[in-house]
C-alpha cells in the first residue's frame, strides 16, 4: 500500500509557471514508477511524466521542452516544474505510482489537484 500527497494546484495565467509535489508513504527506491498524469471531463487520463527505475523520465508529447519531473530521493517525493503553461493544460492532476512484485504490477493514485489556466 502507498499513500500519496499532492500539492501545488491552482490557477494561473497563460505562459505562467506552476509547481506540483508528490509526497509517497514509502521510499522511492522501492518504486517501478512514479509520476504524473492529467484528465479532462470526458477524456482519457494522459501520461504527464513519469520516472522509471533506472532513472529514465518519459514525458508526454505535449508537454516536452515545458514541463520537467525531478525527485527529492531523501523526502520521497516527485516535482513537476510546469513552464510557459497553456490554457490546454487545464486538468486534474493525479500522481501515480506503480509498484512490482514479483509477477504483479499495483498501481496507486493521488486524490488529485486541479491545474487551471486562464486570463
Known amino acids: 500500500q502507498v499513500q500519496l500527497v499532492e500539492s501545488g494546484g491552482g490557477l494561473v495565467q497563460p505562459g505562467g509557471s506552476l509547481r506540483l509535489s508528490c509526497t509517497a508513504s514509502?521510499?522511492?527506491?522501492?518504486?517501478?514508477?512514479m509520476g504524473w498524469y492529467r484528465q479532462v471531463p470526458g477524456k482519457q487520463r494522459e501520461l504527464v511524466a513519469r520516472?522509471?527505475?533506472?532513472?529514465?523520465?518519459n514525458y508526454g508529447d505535449s508537454v516536452k521542452g515545458r514541463f520537467t519531473l525531478s525527485t527529492d530521493n531523501a523526502k520521497n517525493t516527485v516535482y513537476l516544474q510546469m513552464n510557459s503553461l497553456k490554457p490546454e493544460d487545464t486538468a486534474v492532476y493525479y500522481c501515480?505510482?506503480?509498484?512490482?512484485?514479483?509477477?504483479?504490477?499495483?498501481?496507486?493514485w493521488g486524490q488529485g489537484t486541479q491545474v487551471t489556466v486562464s486570463s
Open positions: 501515480n505510482v506503480e509498484l512490482v512484485q514479483g509477477p504483479d504490477q499495483y498501481a496507486y
Open positions: 520516472i522509471v527505475s533506472g532513472g529514465r523520465i
Open positions: 514509502r521510499s522511492i527506491f522501492s518504486i517501478y514508477a
